[in-house]
C-alpha cells in the first residue's frame, strides 16, 4: 500500500507488525490512554543500593526476550549502554530489544551483539556511526523502529514501547534513587529523555559514577521511580560528552542563508514581544540565532522563550534578557548545565512535554518559530533527515518531526548542493518529516515558501528576498550538480520510521 | 468483625463499600499497579483558557454523580472550593463526590450543599470546623472517607479514588496551564497535595487569579496535565492562607516537654551527621525543633534534610547550615515560600514522593525522626488525632501515620492533660495511626516507651529523664483528672479512617 505521502509500504512488517499508516500531521489527535505501570513499593528498611551490575540483573529477573532501555544524554561519550550490553552478553542472554533514544559512533560494539545474537531488535530516535551503517547494510533481522524524541515518549508512555528494564546513566545519584545531571566527572545536564522511561519501565536501574549523599538534589528523576542504583567506576567521557562544535558556522554561504532566514521570520511578523524559537546546534541554525539576537537587541524585543536542547549561545541570549525563560530537555554545553543550576528561568522539560503529541500540550506546541536543517527536500517539501542519499541510515528525526509539527514557521535553512549532491529534488531516499509540516526553505540560492502558506508568501511580497518555487530551486541545483542517478534498493526494510503519533511515514531499504 | 487493633468494623459499610481491615503497617507491600490515565490531547492551535466557570463546566461535561477534586494549600483562605461548589449547585448539578485533600473552617457553605443534595459524599484526609462537627453529627447520608497525606496519592494513583475533575486553584498559571504557587496576590508555595489530581484526574482544570504570560516558571504543575483555565477575580484569602501560628510555645510546660523530646533523640543516637528530621508546625513541636536546632549547633552536626510541611523555623536551620536540603510538600509561611524560590536544596514534593507507601520509596521512609502529637493515646500507643474525645471530627491523619510509618523514631509530644480530660486512656475514640508506628511519648510527667523498642530503652537508661510505663503515665493522668465517662455512640458510621495503605483501621460513629 501507499501512504498519504505516497510511500509504498507494506501492510505488514516482519518483526515489527501492521503497519498504521501515516495519514497527515494532526490525524490520530483525540482521547489518549497512558498505560498503567507496574512497580514493585519499597519499604523503609529495604535497600536499594546493588554491588554490582551481576545483582542488578538478578534482581530484576533479566532475561532473554526483554526490553531494555537507555538515554543518550552521555551522547558520544556513553559508557553506559556498551557495559550493560557487555554484560548482558557475558551472563549469556540473547534476544534483546534495545530501546535507545539514540545511538553514536561509540556504540559499535553492539555490532557485534546483533552478529551474537544478544541484540535482535532496536528502537531508536536517532542513530549515526559503524552501528547505523552495519544496520543499514541489514546486520539485524528485524528493521529498526525510528521515533521521534516526542514519538518515543508517546510510545513509552501509552504503552506501544513497553520496557522491562531502564538502564538509566545517572551523573549524580543518592542511595535512594534520586538523579540529576547536572555534578560528578560525566555531567551533560538535563535528562529530559530518560523520563518516560523512569516513569513507565517495570524496573528502573540508575548507573552511576558519582554516589552522593542523600537527597541529591535538584532532582531530575526522583526516587518513587527508581527500583536500585549500582556504581561503576565511570559512566561516560566526559570529551564525548558535550558538545565542542556549537560554534556559529564562518562559511560565507552559511551566514548567507542565516541572514536570509532572519529575514523571513521578521518579514513573518512572529519576531515580536513574547515570541519563542528553537534552534539546532549546527552551524548554520546558530547562525541564524546571531541574526535573531542582533534584530532583537536593536528592535528591544522580549521573548517569551527558547528551547530544545540547549547551547551556550541561546543561554547568552537568555542572560541578555532576549528571552524570559529556556526550556531545556537536554544541554549541549558547560554553559547550559551551569546556567540551568543557576536559575529556575531555565527549565527542565521531559521528553514527553518537549513534543509528546499525545498529552495535553507540549512545548512544540507554543513554538512560534523553528530552525531546522534536512539532507534532502523533495518538492512536495518533504524532509529526510534519516539517510544520505546513498541510503545509509545517518541521523533521525530527533525533535525534527515534532518542532516542525508545533511551531507556527518552520524554516529548513540548508545549501543547496552539498558534496556536489543536490538537496533538493523530485524524490528523496526516506520522508522524515511530511512537507506539510515545512513552511519555508531557505538556500544560498533562492527561498522556497510551501504554497499553502499564502500569508507568508503575501508577507514575503515586500521583501527583496528572492523567492522562488520549489521546482526552480531544484532545477537550479541539479544544474550545479546534475541530476543525482537513482539508487536502486532491494525489498529488505532495514527502518520503519514511525510519525510522532506511531503511524509509518516511510521505511528505509536496503540499498542494492 | 474486628480488625487486628480490636476495633470493631462491618464487612461492608452501606456508601463506602467492602471493607478491607487493617493488618499491620507494612501488610501491604508488594507489586502494585499505577492506573491507566485517560486524557484529550491538545493540538497547537487549541485554545485552553475559558471564559468562566459555565464554560469549564460545558468543556469537561460535568454533571451528576461525578468525583471532583480540590487541594488544600490555600487552607482557611481557599475560595476556590466555594466558589466551584457554589457554580455546581447553582447549575442544578446533584450528587457530586467532593474530593478535597483537606477542609477548614471556611468551607461552611458545604452545609447547606450537603443538605441539598449537592454534595453526597466527601473524601478527604483532614477537616476541622463547622464543616466536621455537621458531619460528624450524621449531616451526610454516606460515611466520610478519611485518608492519610501518603493514602489519598495512593488511592488517586491506584485508582481506587477516580476523579472526573480537578480543580486546582493556581495562585500563578500561564495560557497553557503551567502552575505554580509562588507568585500572586494568593502565592501559598509548593502544591505538593495537588500533584496526583494533576496527574490522573480525567480533566484537570487550573483556577487561577494570577494569568501570567507564557511560561509561568518555575513549573510546579505541567501543562502536559491541565485541560484548560479559568480566571476568577480572586482565589484566595492571603490571611487565611498563611499560618501565622507558627511561633514556638512559650508555656513552661511546653517547654519541659520539648527539652524531654530533645534528651530523648539525642540519646537515640539518631541527632547526628546526615540525620533527617520533620515537625510539625505546632508549639510544642517547634520547640523540639529549637531544641534540636541548639543541639545540632554546638555540637557541629549537619543532617540531610528537614522534610514536611516547611516553616520559616525549618527554612532558618536550613540557612544555617544544619539542614543540607529541605523537601517541601506545603509552604506554612511567607519565609518558606522565598526560600523555596531561592535555592534549589529547597525543593518541592508530590504528596507521593512525602508519603505514598505504594511507590518505589517516599521520602518519610528516609525519615530518622518525626515528632508528631496526639488528642489522644491508648496503652497500646495507638495515637487518635481524628476525633475529640466527645466523638466530634477535629482533624484527620494528614501526614501523621505516614511519617510515623516511615521514621526511624516517632515521638509523640504532648501534654499529659488537656482541658481536665487525659490524653493517654484505656480506649480512645478514633485510632489513626496505630501503636506500632509509635516509639515514644513524652509528656510533662514522664515518658513511656514502645514495649517493642528494646533498643531505645536500653539506650534511655542511661539518661535520668523519667521513664514510665504507658500504664503508669495513663493512671497519672487519670488521678489528675479523674477517669472521663465513656461517651456513647450510635451504630451510624460517619467517617471511615483508612490507613495509607487502603485498609480501615478505624470507624467514627455519631455518637448518640
Redesign the interface.
Known amino acids: 500500500m501507499k501512504n498519504i505521502l505516497g510511500r509504498e509500504i507494506p501492510e505488514y512488517i516482519e518483526g515489527y507488525g501492521k503497519v498504521i499508516p501515516f495519514e497527515g500531521a ?1 490525524k490520530n ?16 528498611d ?1 535497600e ?1 543500593v546493588l554491588p554490582d551490575m551481576d545483582s542488578v540483573f538478578d534482581k530484576v529477573s533479566l532475561k532473554d526476550g526483554m526490553t531494555i532501555s537507555f538515554h543518550h544524554h552521555l551522547r558520544n561519550g556513553d559508557n553506559v549502554l556498551n557495559l550493560v550490553v557487555d554484560a548482558i552478553a557475558k551472563r549469556g542472554i540473547k534476544n534483546i530489544t534495545l530501546a535507545a533514544s539514540a545511538l553514536f559512533p561509540n556504540n559499535f560494539p553492539l555490532i557485534e551483539h546483533i552478529k551474537n545474537g544478544v541484540i535482535t531488535k532496536i528502537v531508536t530516535n536517532y542513530m549515526s556511526g559503524p552501528i547505523a551503517e552495519e544496520i543499514s547494510r541489514g546486520i539485524l533481522k528485524t528493521p529498526v523502529i525510528m521515533h521521534t524524541h516526542g514519538g518515543r515518549a508517546r510510545a513509552i508512555e501509552s504503552g506501544d514501547l513497553h520496557i522491562d528494564v531502564a538502564f538509566i546513566a545517572a551523573p549524580t545519584a543518592d542511595n ?2 534520586n538523579i540529576n545531571g547536572l555534578y560528578g566527572e560525566s555531567a551533560c545536564g538535563a535528562l529530559g529523555y530518560a523520563v518516560a522511561d523512569a516513569q513507565c519501565a517495570d524496573m ?1 536501574v540508575a548507573v552511576t559514577d558519582n554516589l552522593v ?3 541529591a ?3 531530575e528523576i ?6 536500585y542504583i549500582v556504581k561503576v567506576d565511570s559512566i561516560g567521557d566526559p570529551d564525548g560528552i558535550v558538545s565542542g562544535t556549537t560554534k556559529i558556522t564562518k562559511d560565507p554561504v552559511g551566514l548567507k542563508i542565516a541572514k536570509m532566514a532572519s529575514e523571513v521570520m521578521v518579514a513573518s511578523g512572529l519576531v515580536k514581544n ?1 515570541m519563542s524559537f528553537q534552534t539546532g546546534a549546527g552551524g548554520i541554525s546558530l547562525a541564524v540565532a546571531a541574526e535573531l539576537r542582533k534584530y532583537m537587541k536593536e528592535n528591544a524585543i522580549v521573548g ?2 527558547a528551547s530544545g536542547g540547549i547551547t551556550g549561545y541561546l543561554v547568552d541570549m537568555f542572560e541578555e534578557g532576549l528571552f ?2 529556556l ?1 531545556d530537555v537536554q544541554c549541549f554545553d558547560m554553559q547550559a548545565i551551569k546556567s540551568y ?1 543557576s536559575t ?2 531555565h ?1 527542565r522539560m521531559s521528553a ?2 518537549y513534543a ?11 513554538l512560534d518559530i523553528v530552525i531546522l536543517g534536512a539532507t534532502e527536500i523533495d518538492t512536495n517539501f518533504n524532509v529526510n533527515v534519516t539517510t544520505g542519499s546513498d541510503g545509509t541510515i545517518m541521523g533521525g528525526s530527533g525533535g525534527h518531526s515534532d518542532t516542525a ?2 511551531a ?1 514557521l518552520t524554516i529548513i535553512v540548508t545549501q543547496l548542493t552539498k558534496a556536489r549532491l543536490p538537496i533538493i529534488k523530485d524524490n528523496i531516499t526516506t520522508i522524515t518529516t511530511p512537507g506539510e509540516s515545512i513552511d519555508v526553505i531557505v538556500t544560498e540560492r533562492g527561498i522556497a515558501v510551501n504554497p499553502k502558506r499564502t500569508d507568508i508568501i503575501e508577507k514575503l511580497k515586500n521583501t527583496n528576498l528572492p523567492i522562488r518555487k520549489i521546482g526552480e530551486l531544484k532545477d537550479i541545483a541539479e544544474k550545479i550538480t546534475g541530476k543525482p542517478e537513482a539508487i536502486e534498493f532491494s525489498d529488505e526494510i532495514v527502518a520503519v520510521i514511525e510519525y510522532r503519533d506511531g503511524s509509518v511515514i516511510d521505511v528505509v531499504r536496503k540499498p542494492l
Do not use: H, W
Request: with cysteine; glycine share 6%; charged share 25%.
Open positions: 494532526f489527535a483525540g482521547t489518549k490512554l497512558k498505560k498503567e505501570v507496574k512497580l514493585n513499593s519499597v519499604m523503609p529495604n536499594k535512594y534513587g528502573v549523599p542523600y537527597p538534589c535538584p532532582i526522583s526516587q518513587i521511580y527508581v527500583d513574547e517569551s522563550f524570559r525563560s526550556f543550576v529556575y528561568k527549565q514527553s512535554m509528546n503529541s499525545d498529552n495535553k500540550g507540549a512545548v512544540v506546541n507554543k509539527a508545533g507556527k
